[in-house]
Every structure is written in structure tokens, then in C-alpha cells.
């Protein structure tokens, strides 16, 4: 049997449809093991040491199909690299994108090099650290990405393989952090972005770098020779043991021209429409791209690619702030959304014959920048009672002062003095048009937030439940975690140091999320097979209660003062 030169994959959790449940994908972040709970515990007698039960997770997040063990669908990032492998010559023989379940097929003698997408690696994401309580216990992303790697060296073992390992994507700065990882993944490399952690652009090298890799010129750090591609050998201490690395940086930025249209279907049928941001929030490495845009056919190719090959209706479109496509932030006065390519670049897509599109992240003040955007785009992507549109949104913190310290752009065209009622106005806005935000905030921004801007957080969200009772929105706290302009800075951490405040605002996002979002609306967006939607909206509010529950006794065995910040919530917040 002849094995692929190439073989390219992701773990479970960055390969799974979700049961096309609307947000689950964030489900990955849940903690899969706690290895310090006590043997002596009921929940270690029902569960062992699962903290979400496994049959639970693995029911929602069920495997995509596949052909013969290649995957039917793939991240989106994946697909790049796979496209820009077949545009730079690589035979489409030579070239794989495995099933994780499957990955035994595919590795073998002939096999050089074996790929891996990571998110969120190690479990040390924002929404991961916060569910796990910074990484005390271990989320299902980190999970599966381990159960991923030794299946590709049990693979490598059986099969008689020597193909280099190597890590890519966005999530790869994580094994800085626990480097024993790179020793037990059997890592040769890791490609890692420059400045904060960023997922180098290496669609645009392609069979380049590829082609270095495999012939063992990426071996060794040599300042001397020159290379787009610069190798750094790390040595790292831990508890008075060694461990090395090799880590690759690559750091030019791919004109659009440069980036190659995917070749075979996405999941949920992402599809790109620019590069960078714009909006500068120092705690975010987007801003440090710099801004190119899709043209608006580039766009319909790959929709059409995900039509045609993956049977996909629907068309979710990736950018950091959908509302900055079409403008040059450096021209363009306080970033007034530039409407007409906007609407051109949704008929472009509508155009296609999907039946339903969103975006996936957009800044408030963009979205009432224009008062005629959203009214416009919502007519043309048909957005209705039946046909909610998602969209991601950065709430941050309801605090001012740190939203003008980190984030004054973000509210461009708007101060930061108005932040309060950008947020409320925009809440407004997009709900009257039938947008929902899933808004997510910092909760430790730069481990510089206090107990009067977590109160500020608390009351801003209460006073959208009061003035907009019908309000369709979530929000999710993520923990700070040094990344962009911030790097340097220490992580948040919240196993250690929950404060009253900061555990209030985590009590308060959930109980919005259960009382309103799970009681209130979600059942009426997302799933289009009612069956399903009963079914999940049955068991969103069956566990919905727990984390409240949670955090009511954590309260109680912390201190005093926590429990009398849950207390107040409760009597004056609810």
C-alpha cells in the first residue's frame, strides 16, 4: 500500500458538526477530567474523575462523516493549507486530510509529514481557562488533541513510520507553557506566530514550506543562512527538568492574491472575507494583521466549493469585524463602516442560493455606526422571525475606564464615555432586525480590573434585562490571557485569585444566560428540525441551573464576602 506524502488533520472537537446545535462548538472548552477529586466523593463513585459526563459530550459533539477515513469536512485553516499544497504542485494523492478516528490509514512508510490544526491545544484558551478554573481541570479540547497525538504515534509505530509531527494554527503559543507536552507528543516542530501567538499565515508559503520541512532544512536555528522561515530551538526548565523545542516562525502576510480558495468542503461552511481587524484592542492579536479584503467573487467561489462538494445551505462568514470590511481604518474617518461594500459583499453571497448566512464576529459601534447597515444587510440576508442571524460580539467589560485604556477604538466612531449606551443601542439595534449577540467579556483584563469595574460589568448587564426586557443576547467571561500588545503580561488566575467582584460577574453572566437566553429565546434559534430543538432545549434547561448551583457553593465554602456578592445579585440584580 502506498501512503500520502502528506497527511493533515484535527482533533475531535475542531471536527464535529455539533448536531447543528447553534454556539455548541464552544462545548470543546467544557472540563473533560478533574485528577484531584477526591476517591472518597459521590461524584467520584458515579463519574470517576469525568467532570462532563463523556457519553454527554460525545453525543453532542458527534464525528463528521467520512469517505474511506478522509474527512468529508475540515476547519477552515485546514483547508487552506490543503488548497495551497495542490495549487504548489503536490500530487492530490500525495496530499491528505484525515478523520482523526481514522488517522491509522494514512500514516505509513512513505508518509513525511503529518500536520496538526490547534485551537486551543493545552486547554489554556479564554473560554477554557474560565470553565476549568484555570486549567485545574482538563477541558475536552486538551482531551482530545492528546488522544489525537497518540493515535498518530501509534499509528507512526505500527506502520513503521518516520513522518515529522509538526503543530500549527492559532493555539500553538500554548506549549510554551507546558512544554513536557512537546516531549510527549513526539513534536518535531511547532509553528508559532511572532507576536502573541498568532497562527501564521502559511497558506500563502505553501509547498514552500512544506518542501523546507521535509528535507531537513528547518533542522537547526542558523541566524546566518537565509530563510523566510526562522527556526528557534527553546529550552525550557520545570521543576528542575529540561525540555526542548523546535519552533518555526514565519511572518510575512500573504497578498490576497497569495491565498489559495479551498478545494473541498469547511466546516459549518466557514468561509473567509478578509484578514486583520483595525480596531486595535491591545488585548487581541487580530489588530496586529494587517487589513485585506476578499473581493467579492473570491468569496462566492469558495461557497460554491462548499455547495457543491459538501452539500452546504449555508454560508458562515469569517472576519474579526465584519462591519470594517471595505474601509482603510487609516483613511477612513473614526471607521464609518463603508455600507455599500458591505451590502455588495452580502448579495454577492446571497447570490450564491444559500439560505442562510451570518457572520461570525462584529463590534457593536460598528453595527450602529451606519443607521442604515443593519436595516439594509438584514432585508438582504432575508433575517426574520424564522431566520435569526448570530453574530459574536466583544463586550469586554462594562467598566469605562478599561474599556478607554485597552479598547478606545473598538467604540470608533464613539468615545469611550458612551461605551454604556453603545452596548445598549446596539443590543437594540441588532435585536430589532433580528440579530442575536453572543457577547463575551474579559473577566482580569491585564489582571488590572477592580472590584468597582466588575460592579460596573454586573450593573450594565442588568440594566439591559430592565430597559430591554425582551432583549435577545448571551454572555460568556472568558479569563484574561496574555496575548496581542498584552504578551508580556501575566495570566488571569482565576483558580487562585477569585475576588468577590470577579465571581459576581461570573454569576451574573450565567444567570442571564439561564433566566433569559435558555428560558427565553434560545429554543427559537438555531436547530430547524423541531424534534431536535425540544430535545436540546429540554436539556439546556435541565443542566442549565447546575453552574448557578456551582458557584453558590463555592461562594459558601470561600468566604464570607463571596457569598454576600452572590446574595446581592440574587436580591437585587436578578
Known amino acids: ?57 460525545d453525543f453532542i459533539c458527534n464525528p463528521i462523516a467520512n469517505s474511506n477515513g478522509l474527512a468529508d469536512y475540515a476547519p477552515y485553516g485546514l483547508r487552506k493549507v490543503e488548497a495551497a499544497l495542490l495549487r504548489d504542485g503536490y500530487a492530490k494523492e500525495d496530499v491528505v486530510v484525515a478523520h482523526p478516528d481514522h488517522i491509522d490509514k494514512f500514516i505509513g512508510p512513505q508518509t513525511e509529514f503529518v500536520g496538526t490544526y490547534e485551537m486551543d491545544p493545552l486547554g489554556m484558551g479564554p473560554v477554557t481557562m474560565t470553565f476549568t478554573y484555570g486549567r485545574k481541570q482538563m477541558s475536552y479540547a486538551e482531551f482530545y488533541n492528546r488522544d489525537l497525538h497518540h493515535r498518530i504515534n501509534s499509528a ?236 459574536q460580539c466583544g463586550f469586554e467589560t462594562g467598566s469605562i475606564r478599561l474599556i478607554g485604556k485597552y479598547a478606545d477604538r473598538k467604540l470608533a466612531p464613539f468615545r469611550p464615555s458612551e461605551w454604556h449606551w453603545v452596548v445598549k443601542e446596539g443590543v437594540k439595534t441588532l435585536n430589532e432586525n433580528y440579530w442575536v449577540p453572543a457577547f463575551t467579556l474579559i473577566m482580569g483584563l491585564d489582571n488590572n480590573e477592580n472590584a468597582d469595574d466588575s460592579w460596573e460589568t454586573i450593573q450594565l448587564i442588568h440594566q439591559l434585562e430592565k430597559e430591554q426586557p425582551d432583549s435577545k443576547f448571551t454572555v460568556t467571561p472568558l479569563t484574561f490571557v496574555p496575548i496581542g500588545l498584552l504578551e508580556k503580561s501575566d495570566f488571569f488566575d482565576i483558580g487562585n485569585t477569585m475576588d468577590p467582584a470577579k465571581l459576581g460577574v461570573m454569576y451574573k453572566t450565567w444567570q442571564h444566560n439561564f433566566k433569559y437566553a435558555i428560558h427565553k429565546f434560545m429554543h427559537k434559534v438555531g436547530q430547524n428540525d423541531p424534534i431536535k430543538k425540544v430535545f436540546f432545549a429540554t436539556l439546556a434547561r435541565t443542566l442549565g441551573g447546575v453552574p448557578l448551583s456551582a458557584m453558590e457553593r463555592y461562594a459558601r465554602k470561600k468566604s464570607p464576602e463571596h457569598e454576600r456578592v452572590i446574595e446581592k445579585i440574587k436580591a437585587q440584580y436578578a
Not at 475531535?12 to 446545535?21: A, D, E
Request: charge should be positive; aromatic fraction near 10%; hydrophobic fraction near 35%.
Open 1 to 57: 500500500m502506498k501512503y500520502p506524502k502528506v497527511v493533515l488533520t484535527a482533533d475531535r472537537t475542531l471536527m464535529s458538526p455539533y448536531r447543528g446545535i447553534s454556539l455548541a462548538s464552544f462545548f470543546g472548552c467544557a472540563p473533560a477530567l478533574d485528577p484531584n477529586r477526591s476517591h472518597d466523593s459521590i461524584w467520584y463513585k458515579i463519574l470517576g474523575n469525568q467532570v462532563t459526563p463523556k457519553l454527554l459530550f
Open 156 to 391: 507512526k509505530q505500527k506502520n513503521g513510520s518516520k513522518a515529522k509531527v509538526v503543530v500549527g494554527a492559532s493555539g500553538t503559543w500554548q506549549y510554551n507553557y507546558d512544554p513536557a507536552k512537546i516531549e510527549e507528543y513526539g513534536l518535531y516542530a511547532i509553528v508559532e506566530g511572532d507576536l502573541g501567538g498568532i497562527g501564521p499565515e502559511i497558506d500563502g508559503a505553501g509547498g514552500r514550506f512544506f518542501d523546507s520541512m521535509i528535507n531537513n532544512e528547518l533542522e537547526t536555528a542558523n541566524p546566518f543562512k537565509k530563510s523566510e522561515f526562522k527556526v528557534e530551538i527553546k529550552e525550557f526548565d520545570r521543576n528542575g527538568r529540561k525540555y526542548h523545542g523546535r519552533f518555526i516562525h514565519y511572518s510575512k502576510e500573504p497578498s490576497v492574491d497569495e491565498i489559495p480558495d479551498i478545494v473541498n468542503p469547511s466546516m459549518h461552511g466557514m468561509v473567509e472575507v478578509m484578514r486583520g481587524c483595525g480596531r486595535g484592542c491591545k488585548f487581541c492579536d487580530v489588530t496586529l494583521r494587517p487589513l485585506r479584503y476578499y473581493p467579492v467573487e473570491k468569496v462566492q467561489r469558495e461557497i460554491q466549493i462548499n455547495m457543491k462538494y459538501g452539500g452546504l445551505k449555508n454560508a458562515w462568514i469569517h472576519s474579526d469585524d465584519i462591519f470594517v470590511y471595505g474601509l482603510n481604518p487609516r483613511t477612513t474617518k473614526n471607521m464609518q463602516p463603508n455600507r455599500e461594500a458591505i451590502e455588495e459583499l452580502f448579495k454577492g453571497i446571497m447570490e450564491t442560493g444559500v439560505e442562510h448566512t451570518n457572520p461570525t464576529h462584529g463590534t457593536l459601534a460598528g453595527a450602529i455606526a451606519d443607521e442604515k447597515l443593519i436595516p439594509n444587510v438584514s432585508k438582504i440576508i432575508k433575517a426574520g422571525p424564522s431566520n435569526h442571524i448570530g453574530v
